[in-house]
């Protein structure tokens, strides 16, 4: 094969061309600010908003004015929890979350926590889901905000969004949901699965980067928030700044596609995920799926080869790109926070890479990927002095190593 592969859709995901021919009038002859109302420009880019808002709206079950749209994921979760916080404050300052969530989660809520909240982070269990009985236990009469991800961005588990709904329904708290890795793989349903706000974005559904969305449920009940950013109104009050009419229009028509191939995509990404998990964990041994296989993103294969070093591995398989579990960001060494949490040893999280699967991935590539991992762990594992001991049945927990 004669050029990379990619094979990171979670990082980002290559932008459909049918969503830059959408895009590419709005960038020249149909320029128009979309908040200029005197004029067949503004309103051409405002009809395009609309449009787009419809679109965005019907993916996940919701009403086009509850739609607003932003920069991108990280701009939506901090609106969505920090314009709820600041909004509910008055009815109470405690807020919970789930220790595998994402920075755009995390980051914020732990802000608020140095600005005088109290914050209650879930545990998940061994494959990554939470417990809905803990998140009832965790619930108090001072509660405003559960946030969590429907998808986990590093190991595709789906958190049960429904049952937790009805929880947070039933005691009369606002659950915010960032869906911006199960936009694309997961069936969303807003009013059924209880959600009063919903973060997404377009550069991982095949849109382009910088604007994303937030829901913010109108009714039963009505959600208010804060804005964070003011200056001119758009967008209802709740974010001010002159619209990204071609990036609005773009997710508007990546939503759009999504919706109409959703059956013949999830079983296209299943497939080559299925193809590439069975591949390699045919060709190898010593090879673990971190997550739930019961209930995963279609696009994600998170898989930890003992023995071998993740970031050694990815240097070997530079023609693909993939990301490794090994660091939360790239200064660091430190194991995934989320493979940690999940209880795996700090061994196999050092060895874990995520492969995500997208739309513009092939067959032939998945089959190239499978042999290229094959050699390279193989290669690794060669110079492993553990690997040839395990494989001689030596538990290596009972060795006593010589220190001196």
């Given at each position: 094969m004669d050029r990379s592969i990619y094979l990171d859709n979670h990082a980002t995901t290559k932008l459909d061309p049918r969503v830059l021919d959408a895009m590419i009038p709005y960038f020249t002859e149909n320029f128009g600010n979309a908040a200029s109302r005197n004029h067949a420009y503004g309103w051409k880019a405002e009809e395009a908003v609309d449009q787009a808002r419809s679109d965005v709206a019907a993916l996940i079950g919701a009403d086009p004015k509850e739609i607003v749209f932003t920069s991108g994921m990280t701009e939506s979760d901090n609106l969505a929890i920090k314009g709820v916080s600041e909004m509910y404050r008055e009815k109470g300052n405690h807020l919970i979350a789930v220790e595998t969530d994402i920075r755009s989660i995390l980051d914020p809520l732990h802000a608020l926590e140095r600005h005088g909240?109290?914050?209650?982070?879930?545990?998940?269990?061994?494959?990554?889901?939470?417990?809905?009985?803990?998140?009832r236990e965790a619930i108090r009469p001072e509660t405003i905000l559960v946030s969590m991800m429907m998808?986990?961005?590093?190991?595709?588990?789906?958190?049960?969004?429904?049952?937790?709904?009805?929880?947070?329904?039933?005691?009369?708290?606002?659950?915010?949901?960032?869906?911006?890795?199960?936009?694309g793989t997961v069936p969303i349903d807003v009013n059924r699965m209880n959600i009063d706000l919903l973060s997404m974005n377009a550069h991982l559904i095949y849109g382009p980067k910088g604007v994303g969305a937030l829901y913010v449920?109108?009714?039963?009940?009505?959600?208010?928030?804060?804005?964070?950013?003011?200056?001119?109104?758009?967008?209802?009050?709740?974010?001010?700044?002159?619209?990204?009419?071609?990036?609005?229009?773009?997710?508007?028509?990546?939503?759009r596609l999504l919706r109409e191939n959703w059956d013949s995509e999830i079983a296209f990404l299943t497939g080559l995920r299925n193809k590439l998990e069975n591949g390699i964990m045919e060709e190898l041994d010593y090879v673990s799926v971190n997550g739930d296989v019961d209930h995963r993103s279609?696009?994600?294969?998170?898989?930890?080869?003992?023995?071998?070093?993740?970031?050694?591995?990815?240097?070997?398989?530079?023609?693909?790109?993939?990301?490794?579990?090994?660091?939360?960001?790239?200064?660091?060494?430190e194991p995934s926070y989320v493979l940690r949490a999940l209880g795996v040893g700090t061994d196999l999280a050092h060895s874990s890479i995520r492969f995500t699967v997208g739309r513009?991935?092939?067959?032939?590539?998945?089959?190239?990927?499978?042999?290229?991992?094959?050699?390279?762990?193989?290669?690794?594992?060669?110079?492993?002095?553990?690997y040839e001991m395990a494989k001689e049945g030596i538990d290596l927990k009972s060795v006593q190593w010589n220190t001196h």
């Open positions: 909240f109290t914050l209650t982070i879930l545990p998940v269990d061994s494959k990554g889901r939470v417990d809905p009985e803990k998140l998808v986990n961005h590093e190991i595709g588990t789906i958190q049960p969004m429904e049952e937790i709904g009805k929880i947070t329904r039933e005691k009369g708290v606002l659950l915010h949901v960032n869906a911006s890795y199960s936009a449920r109108r009714k039963n009940p009505r959600v208010r928030i804060t804005p964070q950013i003011e200056g001119g109104g758009h967008e209802r009050g709740l974010r001010s700044g002159t619209l990204n009419t071609p990036g609005i229009v773009g997710m508007g028509v990546a939503c279609p696009a994600v294969s998170n898989l930890s080869f003992a023995f071998v070093e993740g970031e050694a591995l990815l240097m070997g398989l530079k023609e693909i790109a993939l990301s490794s579990g090994s660091a939360c960001t790239s200064s660091t060494l513009f991935n092939t067959e032939e590539e998945i089959s190239y990927t499978v042999r290229r991992v094959k050699e390279a762990v193989s290669r690794l594992r060669d110079m492993s002095p553990l």
